[in-house]
Nanobody, 123 residues
Framework: QVQLVESGGGLVQAGGSLRLSCLAS????????MGWFRQAPGKEREFVAA????????RYANSVKGRFTISRENAKNTVYLQMNSLEPEDTAIYYCAGKSTTWDGTTLPFDHWGQGTQVTVSS
């Protein structure tokens, strides 16, 4: 089991940047593929980005490709989401997610979730 705690959310103007962090408890973080999802008011939760357990593979939603970057530091039990060129449409609660796996890929049904961190982008 792993527990996930997000941080780094806040209020930013359009065009600005934020970096979200997700700290995982436990000693097996490197066995987890990790991802970021978001949920805007009145909308369903949607996929944002994912990274494999080794960090060698990542994938992104088309809406954030070229603006967001997911990365991880296994020694620090942390996954990051660097968000640049933010748009009002990026306003949402951002959730960190994890999945224990022996496969070094990113297409997984995540089953561990954090509580979320609010990101608000003003126009």
């Amino acid at each position: 089991q792993v527990q996930l705690v997000e941080s780094g959310g806040g209020l930013v103007q359009a065009g600005g940047s934020l970096r979200l962090s997700c700290l995982a408890s436990g000693r097996t973080f490197s066995a987890y593929a990790m991802g970021w999802f978001r949920q805007a008011p009145g909308k369903e939760r949607e996929f944002v980005a994912a990274i494999s357990r080794s960090g060698s593979t990542s994938r992104y939603a088309n809406s954030v490709k070229g603006r967001f970057t997911i990365s991880r530091e296994n020694a620090k039990n942390t996954v990051y989401l660097q968000m640049n060129s933010l748009e009002p449409e990026d306003t949402a609660i951002y959730y960190c997610a994890g999945k224990s796996t022996t496969w070094d890929g990113t297409t997984l049904p995540f089953d561990h979730w954090g509580q979320g961190t609010q990101v608000t982008v003003s126009s």
